[in-house]
C-alpha cells in the first residue's frame, strides 16, 4: 500500500482553474517532487493532502485515511511547510517554535539546536521583523522540528538565499 495516494483528484474552480483527475503515489521512502508552472495546481493538491480542502472527485489518502476526513489525524505525522508563510506579529522566533512545540507535544531542544544550527538561524527577533529568508528558516525549523515520518513541502527554497537553498 502507498503511504500517499492521490487518484483522479479535481477540484474545479471554474474557468480552466483547478485540479483534474491528478493521480500518484509515494511509496515510504520514496522523495517525490511535484513540478509545474505557476497555476498548474501543485499547491492545490497539497492542501487536499493536507486535509485543507474537500476534492470535488478523486481522493487523497495518506496512511491509508481520507485527507479531508481524518485531517486531524494524519497531520499528527506530517512536518509542513507551506509555500508563503504566514507568522503571527507578536511572537519571537522562539515564542512561535515553542508553541509548535506544544501542540506538537514534541520537546526535543537537541533536535532543535541542531536544526538551529543547520540553517543558521537565532530565532530572537519577533517574527514581523524578521527578513522573508529568516521567516522561511523558521517555518523550515518548525515543520522538521517533531521529526515527521512525512513531509510536505511547499516551494521550500523560496525566499532563501543561494547557499542556504
Not at 511509496?27 to 493532502?49: D, M, S, W
Not at 512561535?96 to 526535543?108: A, E, P, V
Amino acid at each position: 500500500m502507498a503511504l500517499i495516494e492521490v487518484d483522479h483528484l479535481t477540484k474545479n474552480y471554474g474557468h480552466g482553474r483547478g485540479i483534474f483527475s491528478v493521480s500518484f503515489q509515494i511509496e515510504q521512502g520514496e522523495v517525490f517532487g511535484f513540478v509545474g508552472p505557476n497555476g498548474a495546481g501543485k499547491t492545490t493538491t497539497i492542501r487536499h493532502l493536507m486535509g485543507f480542502s474537500n476534492p470535488q472527485s478523486g481522493k487523497a489518502i495518506i496512511n491509508g485515511m481520507p485527507c479531508f476526513q481524518r485531517a486531524s489525524t494524519i497531520l499528527q505525522d506530517i512536518g509542513y511547510l507551506p509555500g508563503e508563510v504566514a507568522l503571527p506579529d507578536g511572537l519571537t522566533g522562539w515564542q512561535f517554535i515553542r508553541m509548535i512545540q506544544g501542540l506538537r507535544n514534541y520537546h526535543d531542544d537537541k533536535r532543535l539546536q541542531y536544526l538551529l544550527d543547520k540553517f543558521r538561524f537565532d530565532p530572537a527577533d519577533k517574527t514581523k521583523n524578521m527578513s522573508l529568508g529568516n521567516k522561511r528558516k523558521l517555518a523550515i525549523v518548525t515543520a522538521f522540528l517533531a521529526d515527521p515520518k512525512i513531509l510536505i513541502l511547499d516551494e521550500p527554497t523560496s525566499g532563501l538565499d543561494p547557499v542556504m537553498q
